[in-house]
């Protein structure tokens, strides 16, 4: 199977370089300065689950290749238009495309695009970073990779990516309610990256300040209720599930969104936060999210006006 990870940041770096790592076809879409990086450097992964140097092959957009088997989108929300673009002549009958974003708002862009039967349900649970040097650093012991049709069949697609998977060093899993999951794992990130970003801190710093718990509790309780509104599917028990992930993370655990934000990046709050009170009920009282949003935006308006200076 050929696969191609759009994106070699912390997230298409990791599970690419582990797919690479155990065998796989793999190539990755970059932009021009990551093909130099890439080209001079090669990918090299500083993990917990061990490290791993390779020289990938790189392709930039535009460039003649045949279409590929599975393409795994691992960019930030904000480069999804032009990213959509880029793959589009890397996509045919045979293609599968699997995204790793967090969120929901991208399905709608995908299924759009190129039609559902192309497209499968996709998220990730790991802690990973590009540092200065351009090198994936991995702290989670989580390093998991989840996928499954929209419609909940084990496919014959859905099997042959696992079994391509096999083996690597990373947890690949194969879901019968992969639309749940995609959801739950929305709703912790929308939390924990709003919580932390709002804070400046870990989720430890968090919940050791004076209100922090009880904010963070609030806070998630908000954001399952936009869920269940926009998917009146979801359970009742999700909050609970869910609070009871965000009390096991380790202390030192920090969004990638905190993350950008520690390294003067754009952000994905639009696409996380955004997209929940642009779709929430009118009467829903929000007050939480809407401060995250806006503390998160007005961090990014300081930053366009730093940048245009
Ligand atoms: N990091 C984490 O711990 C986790 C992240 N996620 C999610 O995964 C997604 C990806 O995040 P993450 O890997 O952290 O992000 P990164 O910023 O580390 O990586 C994204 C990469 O995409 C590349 N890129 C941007 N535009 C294009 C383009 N047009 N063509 C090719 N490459 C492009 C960037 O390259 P460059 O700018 O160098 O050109 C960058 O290296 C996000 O939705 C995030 O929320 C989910 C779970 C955990
Ligand atoms: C919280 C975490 C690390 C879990 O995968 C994540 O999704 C993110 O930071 O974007």
Known sequence: MRFLFV???AVGGYFGGRLLEKGADVA?????RRKRQLQERGLSIRSIHGDFHTKPKV???GEKAEPFDCIVLSVKAYHLDTVLDSITPYVDERTTILPLLNGMAHMEALFERFGRERVLGGL?????TLNDQGEVEQYSPRHDMVFGEWDGRMSERVKSLLHEMEGANMQARASDHIVQEMWNKYVF????????ALMRTTVGGVTASPFGKELFRRLLNEVVSVARSIEPSLSEEMEEKIWRVIEVQGPE???SLSRDIEKGLPTETDHLHGYLIRNAP????LPLLKTVYSHVKAYEADREKTLTR
């Open 282 to 285: 009118a009467d829903l009282d």
């Open 7 to 9: 994106g070699a940041g």
């Open 253 to 255: 655990m920090k969004s």
């Open 189 to 196: 990130i929308a939390t924990f990256s709003g919580m932390t």
């Open 124 to 128: 990730c649970f790991i802690e990973s």
């Open 28 to 32: 990755f879409l970059v932009r021009e």
């Open 59 to 61: 392709i930039t957009a």
